[in-house]
């Protein structure tokens, strides 16, 4: 098959951390993706992992895979009222065009003061 | 460096009538890619083309839809006898040739369609 699911709505309080989660189901993905889009805006990629990798760190963010599990998490420490987006996963395959992303729904954080 | 550009921002178009969603690559880009964000569904992949090739077609619909990317000039997404259905915002994406995932690839703002 070829779904990424993701919760629909998270709400934290800001300087919270935040854990955005998304399950896949093929695993012969290779690249595993976060996006942000803000209101009326463009898909901005946040960070990625390769399959091979258990977790990637970059300043607020942490990436975590399992891949026994086909689970990725996304948490943004120190979640300020600028994290207000939504957050979309999405997995590209190891076989033919690794360029389609296969995108879950996305995840609408709401970070409230 | 301008990023991405795609225009117009925002389309309004009468059922039956022709959409045409433009998307200028960043510099030294080759590659582009087309995505759909139809309303209450996620992102779906539509079309991959190189320049004056198309690599991957295998989310286009098969009528009224098509793509190019000519050799001088933005890349072209044509939607021919629009109906409401097709009302849904149109991302761009583009890379530089050699990289091996959509890791490199950055978007554009998207065109908002709306079929009235």
């Known amino acids: 098959g070829e779904d990424v699911e993701q919760s629909l709505f998270l709400s934290v309080r800001e300087g919270d951390s935040s854990v955005i989660n998304c399950t896949y189901t093929?695993?012969?993905?290779?690249?595993l993706y976060w996006y942000k889009q803000e209101p009326g805006a463009g898909l901005q990629l946040l960070t990625y992992i390769f399959s091979n990798m258990d977790m990637k760190q970059d300043q607020r963010l942490t990436v975590l895979l399992n891949k026994k599990d086909k689970h990725l998490s996304l948490r943004i420490a120190d979640t300020q009222t600028g994290d207000s987006a939504i957050y979309f996963c999405?997995?590209?395959?190891?076989?033919?065009?690794?360029?389609?992303?296969?995108w879950g729904l996305g995840t609408s954080l709401a970070v409230n003061p | 460096n301008a990023g991405v550009m795609q225009n117009p921002r925002h389309l309004v178009r009468r059922r039956g009538q022709e959409a045409r969603l433009r998307c200028s690559p960043m510099k030294g880009h080759s590659h582009v890619y087309w995505y759909r964000q139809l309303p209450e569904e996620g992102l779906k992949f539509m079309v991959y083309?190189?320049?004056?090739?198309?690599?991957?077609e295998s989310g286009m619909p098969k009528e009224r839809f098509s793509a190019e990317f000519p050799k001088e000039g933005p890349s072209i997404l044509r939607i021919q006898q629009v109906v409401r259905g097709d009302s849904a915002a149109y991302f761009c994406?583009?890379?530089?040739?050699?990289?091996?995932?959509?890791?490199?690839?950055?978007f554009g703002q998207g065109t908002r369609l709306t079929v009235v």
């Open positions: 999405a997995e590209s395959k190891a076989a033919g065009n690794n360029r389609k992303l296969i």
């Open positions: 083309l190189q320049k004056e090739n198309i690599i991957d």
């Open positions: 093929d695993s012969s993905s290779t690249y």
């Open positions: 994406a583009s890379s530089r040739p050699g990289q091996g995932s959509m890791a490199e690839a950055f």
